[in-house]
C-alpha cells in the first residue's frame, strides 16, 4: 500500500508464538464500506424472501453482526458450529460438526455467512449438510476468501476481501482464541 503506514501488533508473552508481528491489511474503514457493498447486494437478491441467515461460529459473529445490521429485507438468524483446525493455523484436513442449525430450513432461502474460506472443506461441509434437508436455495457469503487455495466445487456467492494464503486475525477471526476482538483484519508476516 504505497507508504500508506498499516498498523502492528506482537503477540504478547505467554501466547503461543509470542513476539511475533501482525500487520494490519484490512482497515476498519474498508470492511465498514464492502459490509455497506454485501449487504446492499444481498438485499437486492433477497427482495420480498425472508432468507434465513446462518452463521459459522465462532469466527463469523462479528461480520455477520455488522452484515445483517445493513440489510433492508426481513430475514430469520441461526447458526451452526464446525471445527476443522484445533488449535492449529492448519486444516486438520477432517471437519466436526459441533452445534447442528435449529431452525428448520426445510423449503428456505439460506444464506450462510462465513468469516474466511481457507481450504474450503468447512462450507462443502456444510453445503452437504444443507442439502441433506431440502432447502430452497443455499447462497454463500464470506467475509475473507484465500482465493489461491480454496478449492471448493462451488461458486461464493457475495466475497468480501480475496487475500493471500496468510494466517489473518481479527474482526472475529482468532489464533488460537486470541485476536478476536481486533476490529480490523491483521496477517502474520511469516509462516505460524
Ligand atoms: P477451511 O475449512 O479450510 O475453509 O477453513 C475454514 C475455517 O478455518 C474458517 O471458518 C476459520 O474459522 C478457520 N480459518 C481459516 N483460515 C484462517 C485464518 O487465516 N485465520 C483464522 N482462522 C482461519
Ligand atoms: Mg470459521
Given at each position: 500500500?504505497?507508504?500508506?503506514?498499516?498498523?502492528t501488533l506482537t503477540v504478547p508473552k505467554g501466547y503461543i508464538n509470542e513476539g511475533k508481528e501482525i500487520r494490519e491489511i484490512?482497515?476498519?474503514?474498508?470492511?465498514?464500506?464492502?459490509v455497506k457493498e454485501l449487504a446492499a447486494e444481498i438485499s437486492k437478491c433477497y427482495a420480498g424472501k425472508i432468507p434465513i441467515i446462518i452463521?459459522?461460529?465462532?469466527?463469523?459473529?462479528m461480520f455477520m453482526a455488522d452484515l445483517v445490521r445493513n440489510l433492508s429485507?426481513?430475514?430469520e438468524v441461526d447458526f451452526i458450529k464446525i471445527s476443522s483446525y484445533g488449535s492449529s493455523t492448519k486444516s486438520s484436513g477432517t471437519v466436526r460438526l459441533l452445534k447442528d442449525i435449529s431452525a428448520d430450513i426445510t423449503g428456505r432461502d439460506i444464506i450462510v455467512v462465513e468469516d474466511i474460506i481457507d481450504s474450503g472443506l468447512t462450507i462443502e461441509f456444510i453445503k452437504h449438510r444443507l442439502e441433506e434437508a431440502g432447502t430452497k436455495?443455499?447462497?454463500?457469503a464470506t467475509c475473507l476468501y484465500k482465493s489461491n487455495v480454496a478449492k471448493q466445487s462451488f461458486d461464493i456467492d457475495f466475497i468480501g476481501f480475496n487475500?493471500?494464503?496468510?494466517?489473518?486475525v481479527g474482526y472475529g477471526l482468532d489464533f488460537d482464541q486470541k485476536f478476536r476482538?481486533?476490529?480490523?483484519i491483521y496477517a502474520f508476516e511469516e509462516e505460524v
Open positions: 500500500m504505497g507508504r500508506t503506514l498499516r498498523k484490512i482497515t476498519e474503514k474498508e470492511i465498514y464500506n464492502k452463521g459459522v461460529l465462532n469466527g463469523s459473529f429485507i426481513d430475514f436455495s443455499v447462497k454463500f487475500i493471500p494464503d496468510k494466517f489473518v476482538g481486533l476490529s480490523s
